[in-house]
């Protein structure tokens, strides 16, 4: 039945407003490609493979590339081993990489943490992947000692690992040092380790401190992160990598590519969008990485000062809380699990709207000029 009070103008209008107070998903809402309208005028699609263009040439092939490039620079992926492309988002990623594993090693076992994001489990079910759930440690991050055990148990069949950087609810690490060094410690040789780095992929490069996420110097057989965090964009998408040598592909008279993605008909403005967020950004993405943390410092200050319970880890702009009323969690759009909710500082949390939520919550007490 048709619903005649829907109208353009009221979902821009609601759009508008729910942006001002939205604070619960990691997503950075504070972009602009006004001057990338125009290509809403053309069906922009990549058919296929990014590394072949193909029959269909109203594309960006070339920057999809581009953007591949930058990501594997930026994880020490070597040149002429690198293969990947701009996918829907980080759920896409994930099930590319975790279905690249289960080609390779067809009789292989899944194993993540209990905090890994539900698509790891959607990919088991779609895969025919055995998955093996490890305990977590509290702070969200895999319990190390719990692998090792499971896996001592396990030493024939291939491993395949899902390794999270930034977990969806506390924001939590896994260290892969830990993981290879567990591997080694077992002699486990056939192995695929895929890092879903959905949400703190783009974290990771630019803080001191951190693992590196380097396939160079690691085992990392894939990588995904989403686009639409961190570097935010207003269609969702994302970047899976792999090692151009294990990548499966076949030809496809019909398009003139190979079929080498999860999907057929892939968007073909996402590619832009990140290509031109990295041409105008990429110089100051530490910056906007230091001051997403420095504000995540900043809330979970304000709440523990209050005496009340705060979690931010190492790494991450994820500030997990004690759930609050319904009203603050339906206003802010709250992403509650169980007891706990969340907010993922993104470069729109100013420390003006933070003290807003604050004060809105009270969570806290803070002195706030922004909020009468
Ligand atoms: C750790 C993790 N992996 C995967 C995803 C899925 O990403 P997307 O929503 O881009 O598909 C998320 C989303 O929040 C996430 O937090």
């Known amino acids: 039945m048709k619903d005649s009070s829907l109208s353009i103008e009221l979902l821009l209008k609601r759009l508008k407003n729910n942006t001002e107070v939205h604070a619960g998903y990691p997503f950075n809402l504070k972009f602009d490609y006004q001057h990338l309208l125009p290509l809403l005028e053309y069906a922009v699609i990549n058919l296929g493979d990014p590394f072949i263009d193909g029959n ?7 920057f999809e590339r581009e953007v591949i490039d930058f990501f594997a620079k930026l994880y020490d ?4 081993d690198t293969w990947g492309y701009v ?19 067809p009789n292989g076992i899944l194993y ?5 994001h ?37 030493k024939n069949p291939p491993a395949i690992i899902n390794l999270n950087v930034g977990t969806t609810i506390k924001g939590a690490v896994d260290n892969i040092e830990k993981v290879v ?10 192995f695929h380790i895929h890092v879903d780095g959905a949400l703190a992929g783009m974290f990771v490069p630019y803080m001191s401190g951190a693992t590196p996420i380097d396939f160079t110097r690691y085992p990392i057989g ?15 998408c994302g970047v899976v990598l792999a090692r ?15 079929d080498t993605t999860i999907m057929g008909s892939r968007n073909g403005i996402t590619p832009v969008l990140l290509w031109d967020a990295i041409q105008r950004r990429q110089h100051q993405f530490a910056d906007e990485v230091q001051q997403c943390r420095q504000n995540a410092e900043y809330l979970w200050s304000q709440i523990t000062a209050a005496g009340k319970f705060a979690l931010l880890n190492p790494c991450s702009t994820t500030v997990v809380f004690d759930r609050p009323s319904k009203a603050i969690e339906h206003r802010w759009q709250l992403a509650c699990y169980n007891k706990i909710a969340h907010i993922i500082v993104m470069q729109n949390h100013t420390r003006a709207l933070l003290d807003r939520f604050i004060q809105e919550s009270e969570i806290a007490a803070v002195n706030c000029g922004a909020c009468n």
């Open 112 to 116: 993540g943490s209990e905090d890994c």
């Open 87 to 105: 996918t829907a988002g980080g759920t896409e990623g994930n099930l590319y990489g975790l279905l690249l594993a289960r080609e390779l090693y």
């Open 77 to 80: 992926l070597p040149g002429d």
């Open 56 to 62: 269909y040439r109203i594309s960006s092939k070339d």
């Open 181 to 190: 060094d567990i591997l080694e410690d077992l002699k486990i040789k056939r």
């Open 118 to 154: 539900y698509s790891i489990g959607k990919a088991a079910r779609m895969f025919r992947l055995p998955f093996v759930q490890v305990k977590s440690q509290s702070n969200g991050e895999i319990d190390y000692s719990a692998l090792h055990q499971v896996l001592s148990t396990n």
């Open 222 to 236: 894939s990588l995904a992160i989403s686009g639409h965090k961190f570097i935010g964009t207003p269609i969702p």
């Open 244 to 258: 151009k040598h294990q990548v499966q592909s076949f030809d496809v008279e019909y398009i003139g590519s190979t």
